[in-house]
């Protein structure tokens, strides 16, 4: 049988508070994920330059704060892709990677994540 000490009750009576994030933290993890992607010729830099971010329709600025507990939360990611690879296979193993290291590192479920084509690398 085991006992609860007095500092058991005490930290089981306190509510956890908030966690948020800055937009430009996860605009970093995503751009992380989605440049290891085989297929994906966009820098890490540029990724960063160029992904969106926004909640409740409300596009929102890399200082921004997003709480982990947010809903509908929007990741728009533009990408140059290399012109050996399949497109559509490439945009979703990004989305799917993406979705997954946001989650695992964060705790953040994404209501969508948008992949733009937006440049091929032919040569």
């Given at each position: 049988m085991s006992f609860k000490t007095?500092?058991?009750v005490a930290m089981s009576d306190i509510q956890a508070g908030q966690i948020r994030v800055n937009v430009s933290t996860l605009t970093e993890i995503a751009g992380k994920a989605a440049s290891q992607v085989t297929g994906v010729e966009s820098s890490f830099e540029a990724l960063l330059r160029q992904a969106r971010v926004m909640v409740g329709g409300e596009l929102k600025q890399a200082q921004d704060r997003i709480a982990l507990e947010e809903k509908g939360v929007i990741l728009?990611?533009?990408?140059?892709?290399?012109?050996d690879s399949c497109?559509?296979?490439v945009a979703r193993e990004v989305q799917r990677r993406v979705r997954k290291a946001i989650q695992e590192e964060l705790g953040l479920l994404l209501h969508r994540i948008n992949v733009e084509i937006h440049e091929i690398e032919w040569l």
């Open positions: 007095s500092e058991d728009f990611l533009t990408l140059k892709l290399a012109g497109f559509v296979e």
